[in-house]
């Protein structure tokens, strides 16, 4: 994925706009939060093109760049499909039920070769920032947000250094060969995902370091959103429900926002999309504090935390602080269109996946098993009418696939700390000493 030099944008087609406070601040790529001192709020973009225009010959996420902060665009790249189901439509009484599909599948020319919708998200943080920065970007993950960055990264030759729990390290592969200027850390001795964010968020405050910044990266948001931007595209009209399968609850909040946009744009109806979120159970922090209608997320002892994610099948939805009481997060987008939270057992989400991979003919991750089997769960209960238009986010998909079609490349990590040694601060001066050596 060669990089193109010409920017298209001069960076003021979008500003940034605080959820709770209203605050305007103009295209700074870097900027993550509102000044003002306030309870903790996102900020949201707000672009100069009410109506969205599709530019099908930018490649990739770029034919929506109207509506991502991207200060150029990207070569290369894949971005997500939407198709009717016919088979799980017909086995789940439903006439419209459409999936997103983000991963690989040759067929339909889904072309995400990480595999899932985090190859939405990285090019679009990339392109956010300008191409001649010295800053490096850093980047925590349990797994499939590193796969892609250190993808993408790699293709367009620019520096990263990756934070991941040491057990997810088979999760960092590449259908083409890493760029030496890709850098990753462990964190060994049963460290975990919240670990890898201290450790990523130490490194991002040193000089020459930029973070991602999670949820609150408009980029990734915008990024993210765009699995409903070509879903509404392709089918002409907003979806009457969206089923996610959550960790951070980032892609659920872009749907939400990706709709208000579209409710500006006014071609595509006036449908506020229901979300259905879905978490893997027994860690399903959102969905138990959602139940008990509450804005704070239920404090659970350490132990109880950690055996809880054990149990897990879909890691890479066992975020701990999730964006869900934060000014615009999870907690608003719920309430604001009426949505619904599913616990989902392992022993489901394997079903479901057997029964996608029956009827629609492409393995799916556990985590999109998770999304499914919500589905599955509403449709039993009969809150769906036969008619309603139905939005699958298939988050991740084909990696069997993959596998079949490529030989892969694993990524080898260059340090490995403890999360002792990440609480002290050693893990950080030991990062600095090699910068200086170097
Ligand atoms: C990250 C991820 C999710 C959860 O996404 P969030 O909206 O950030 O909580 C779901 N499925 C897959 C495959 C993911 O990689
Ligand atoms: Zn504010």
Redesign the pocket.
């Known amino acids: 994925m060669p990089k193109i030099n010409d920017s298209v944008t001069d960076c003021s087609h979008y500003r940034l706009r605080c959820v709770h406070c209203g605050a305007d601040y103009p295209a700074n790529p870097f900027r993550l939060q509102c000044d003002q001192p306030h309870a903790p709020s996102l900020l949201r973009t707000v672009y100069r093109t009410q109506q969205l225009t599709i530019r099908p010959h930018l490649p990739g996420i770029f034919r929506f760049l109207d509506w991502l902060p991207a200060d150029h665009f990207l070569a290369g790249g894949g971005k997500p499909i939407t198709y009717q189901s016919t088979h799980l439509a017909r086995r789940l009484g439903l006439e419209q039920l459409y999936i997103s599909f983000n991963g690989y599948w040759p067929e339909r020319a889904a072309n995400l070769l990480t595999g ?3 190859e939405l998200e990285a090019p679009s943080v990339l392109a956010r920032v300008p191409e001649h920065h010295r800053r490096t970007l850093v980047v925590a993950s349990a797994g ?2 590193g796969r892609a960055f250190a993808h993408i990264c790699s293709s367009l030759a620019r520096s990263l250094y990756l934070v991941i729990p040491e057990k997810n390290l088979d999760a960092i592969w590449s259908t083409s060969k890493f760029y030496p200027g890709v850098r990753l850390i462990v964190v060994s001795d049963g460290g975990d995902y919240a670990d890898a964010i201290a450790l990523a968020q130490q490194i991002g405050q040193l000089d020459g370091f930029f973070p991602e910044g999670g949820a609150a990266n408009v980029a990734r948001r915008d990024g ?1 959103g765009l699995t409903v931007l070509d879903a509404v595209t392709t089918l002409g009209q907003i979806p009457a429900h969206y089923f ?9 909040i872009s749907a939400w926002e990706a709709n208000q946009r579209l409710l500006q744009d006014g071609r595509f109806g006036n449908q506020t999309m229901q979300l259905h979120l879905a978490q893997n159970s027994p860690f399903s922090p959102m969905v138990d504090a959602w139940k008990r209608g509450s804005r704070t997320l239920v404090a659970r002892r350490e132990g109880v935390t950690k055996a809880q994610i054990n149990q897990v099948s879909a890691k ?2 066992t ?1 701990r602080s ?1 964006a869900y009481a934060i000014a615009g997060g999870v907690y608003d987008a719920l309430t604001q269109t009426g949505g619904q939270m599913y616990a989902v057992t392992n022993s489901a989400a394997v079903r479901a996946r057997r029964l996608f991979k029956e009827l629609e003919g492409i393995d799916i ?1 556990p ?2 098993g998770i999304a499914t089997a919500a589905l599955l769960q509403a449709a039993e209960a009969n809150a769906l009418k036969k008619t309603d238009c139905i939005l699958l986010n298939i ?2 998909g084909g990696t069997e696939r993959i596998r079949q079609d490529y030989a892969l490349h694993y990524l080898a990590p260059r340090m490995a700390f403890s999360p002792q040694e990440i609480r002290s601060g050693s893990a950080l001066r030991h990062i600095e000493q090699q910068l200086l050596s170097v």
Not at 244 to 252: D, I, R
């Open positions: 899932s919708f985090k499939n947000t993210m996610q399968a959550v960790g951070s609850g980032t892609g659920g890479v939805l975020n999730p991750s985590s999109a988050t991740s």
